[in-house]
């Protein structure tokens, strides 16, 4: 049985494109090849471009939230 798409803004699981999809996807997997690689590998950077993904889309999801109460 498939479930209904919520229509209520949620900021910690904004919802995401295709594309950005892809990238976090992308991003994580890169993440966790890293994580085979060993404890005391960096990976700060790809966790910023995962937050930055996260940061675009929740800002987006909150200026259509507004849109959409105005109308």
Do not use: C
């Not at 991003?27 to 993904?53: H, P, S």
């Amino acid at each position: 049985m498939a479930s209904k798409k919520n229509a209520e803004y949620d900021p910690k699981h904004p919802p995401l494109t295709n594309g950005e999809k892809a990238k976090f996807a992308w991003y994580i997997g890169r993440m966790a090849k890293r994580g085979i690689a060993g404890e005391t590998v960096y990976q700060g950077d790809l966790e910023k471009k995962v937050d930055r993904i996260l940061d675009g889309a929740r800002a987006r999801a909150e200026k259509n939230a507004r849109q959409n109460a105005k109308k």
